[in-house]
């Protein structure tokens, strides 16, 4: 799991020094018991999927930060969990003694992951493509994050949550590329189709 020597080195190849209060709070955040599936788990997914795919990284560090306050603030039913995510790690980035270009992009890249949006820089593919890399999971660990991201929507009824989780995996399958970089689309972009294809047919 992301530990405080991890936390540590990411703030100090962007020059500062991160505090193992913020660490714990981080820590503390992905922790909440009504997650399932944004949780330390998914961090440390990420950052596994990050490592390689690090050297495509323009800013590799900005994009660790990215990683640790991306779901930081998670709340199912909410629609601004990114807005507020972003807004937590461009303050806390500032407040570290980083400077405001370093916050405004670290908040831009958190904004990139509502996956609304073609990303438009190196670093904005980085993260968007490690935040999608559970997609192309063995197929274990893919049904259980179906699973997972089920429980953190128990409060919708079950036809309600099958018909919106279609739609949204049915998207991602009518893209021309879910995955942005070159590396991940020649390692992973077969499997999370095939994933997804599974997923909808369970779907309906």
Sequence with gaps: MPTFLHWQKTWRQLGADGSAALHAWI??????????????????????????IREYAEHPAEVELAIWFHDAIYESASKDNEQKSAEWARTSAIAHGLPKAIGDRVYSLIMVTKHDAIPTS????????????????????????EGQVRMEYDWVAE?????????????LVGRS???SSPLFRDRYETKARQNLTHSLAKLT
């Design 159 to 171: 036809p309600v949550y099958r018909r919106e989780r279609y739609k949204i995996l049915q998207a």
């Design 177 to 179: 590329q879910i995955y």
């Design 27 to 52: 820590c503390a955040c992905y922790s909440e018991p009504h997650r399932r599936y944004h949780t330390l788990q998914h961090l440390h997914e990420c950052f596994s999927h990050f490592e390689q």
């Design 122 to 145: 190196r670093d904005a593919e980085v993260l968007v493509d490690v935040d999608l890399g559970i997609l192309a999971a063995d197929p274990e660990r893919f049904d259980e994050y």
